[in-house]
């Protein structure tokens, strides 16, 4: 008898909201139990952080391993630039060209304009909402490269996020790689720090609402968390995805949503795949759509309280 994956994720999507899930763990032991059951049925390794800024609450599974960036990394690239623009340390207006030869195999919008170039907020644009990865290398070259955005993050408070190469190079994360990695809880803590619209964050808040736009206008996060969340709550966030031949299949998806508070709450997602039987992406885009589920009744229970 064949083994069905299909099967067995759709066993695990009613056990984890079923009593399977341990009744003696506390309402968030049996949530992060949720988050197991998913990752049995899924196979490989998910790193989950959900952080909601108003309560100061987290909810966590695996959060601390380190798992490949991906396209993750180009939210805090958005950031950085806007942040330089704020600072008057980078003019964002300035027009960049390039060659045929520059384009990658993920490049939309540098495809597009061809010779007519585009300006550096816009390449900033189209890396975080395209998910462009020409665009994304054009950025890193005026910015300072990898290691300027690994200096981003440090200034953040982030010591563990790491980016070392350009595209499309940094895909190739094996599992004992450090160079180009995260966290989920360093990604969440890095988002809080960027868009949580208080005193704290280094974006003023016309370019932090620029930001969060940008993450609502990702189209590459719909059948992800997004997926998972009501319909009409506002979110945004930034996805990553490689198969990259000997390192595997990995998938992320980082943003945030509005708790019914109206305050952001945050999430990071990221996934490996185990190189010996990964999964099809369906499958991995289904599962994040349920971890999506397992954040809405997270925030819903944590309001219920607030608000009752």
């Given at each position: 008898m064949g083994f069905d994956r299909r099967g067995v994720l759709a066993g695990a999507v009613a056990l984890a909201g079923s009593a399977c899930v341990p009744l003696h763990q506390s309402p968030d032991g049996r949530l992060a139990a949720k988050l197991a059951i998913l990752?049995?049925?899924?196979?490989?390794?998910?790193?989950?952080?959900?952080?909601?800024?108003?309560?100061?609450?987290?909810?966590?599974?695996?959060?601390?391993?380190?798992?490949?960036l991906c396209s993750t990394f180009k939210f805090s690239?958005?950031?950085?630039?806007?942040?330089?623009?704020?600072?008057?340390?980078?003019?964002?207006?300035?027009?960049?060209?390039?060659?045929?030869?520059?384009?990658?195999?993920h490049a939309p919008f540098t495809r597009e304009r061809?010779?007519?170039?585009?300006?550096?907020?816009?390449?900033?644009?189209?890396?975080?909402?395209?998910?462009?990865?020409?665009?994304?290398?054009?950025?890193?070259?005026?910015?300072g490269g990898p290691a300027a955005l690994t200096a981003f993050w440090r200034a953040l408070g982030d010591d563990v996020s790491r980016l070392d190469r350009m595209e499309p190079q940094l895909n190739a994360v094996?599992?004992?790689?450090?160079?180009?990695?995260?966290?989920?809880?360093?990604?969440?803590?890095?988002?809080?720090?960027?868009?949580?619209s208080d005193s704290k964050t280094p974006l003023g808040a016309q370019r932090q609402a620029i930001l969060r736009q940008w993450m609502q206008d990702t189209a590459t996060g719909s059948k992800l968390v997004r997926a998972g969340l009501p319909p009409a709550w506002e979110a945004g966030d930034k996805t990553g995805a490689t198969d990259w031949p000997g390192a595997g299949i990995a998938r992320a998806d980082i943003g945030y949503t509005l708790s019914p508070g109206g305050t952001p709450v945050m999430f990071a997602l990221y996934y490996r795949?185990?190189?010996?039987?990964?999964?099809?992406?369906?499958?991995?885009?289904?599962?994040?759509?349920?971890?999506?589920?397992?954040?809405?009744?997270?925030?819903?229970r944590n309001w219920t309280i607030v608000l009752t």
């Amino acid at each position: 008898m064949g083994f069905d994956r299909r099967g067995v994720l759709a066993g695990a999507v009613a056990l984890a909201g079923s009593a399977c899930v341990p009744l003696h763990q506390s309402p968030d032991g049996r949530l992060a139990a949720k988050l197991a059951i998913l990752e049995r049925a899924l196979g490989g390794t998910l790193g989950a952080a959900f952080y909601d800024v108003e309560q100061g609450l987290t909810l966590t599974h695996n959060a601390e391993l380190r798992f490949p960036l991906c396209s993750t990394f180009k939210f805090s690239l958005a950031a950085m630039v806007l942040m330089m623009e704020q600072n008057g340390t980078l003019d964002t207006s300035q027009h960049v060209t390039w060659q045929d030869s520059d384009l990658l195999s993920h490049a939309p919008f540098t495809r597009e304009r061809g010779a007519q170039g585009a300006t550096l907020l816009e390449l900033a644009r189209a890396a975080q909402v395209a998910s462009d990865n020409t665009a994304a290398n054009l950025v890193l070259d005026r910015v300072g490269g990898p290691a300027a955005l690994t200096a981003f993050w440090r200034a953040l408070g982030d010591d563990v996020s790491r980016l070392d190469r350009m595209e499309p190079q940094l895909n190739a994360v094996a599992e004992d790689e450090l160079r180009d990695t995260t966290t989920p809880a360093a990604m969440v803590s890095t988002l809080t720090k960027l868009i949580a619209s208080d005193s704290k964050t280094p974006l003023g808040a016309q370019r932090q609402a620029i930001l969060r736009q940008w993450m609502q206008d990702t189209a590459t996060g719909s059948k992800l968390v997004r997926a998972g969340l009501p319909p009409a709550w506002e979110a945004g966030d930034k996805t990553g995805a490689t198969d990259w031949p000997g390192a595997g299949i990995a998938r992320a998806d980082i943003g945030y949503t509005l708790s019914p508070g109206g305050t952001p709450v945050m999430f990071a997602l990221y996934y490996r795949a185990d190189r010996d039987a990964p999964p099809p992406q369906t499958e991995i885009s289904r599962t994040f759509a349920e971890v999506g589920r397992v954040l809405t009744g997270w925030i819903r229970r944590n309001w219920t309280i607030v608000l009752t």
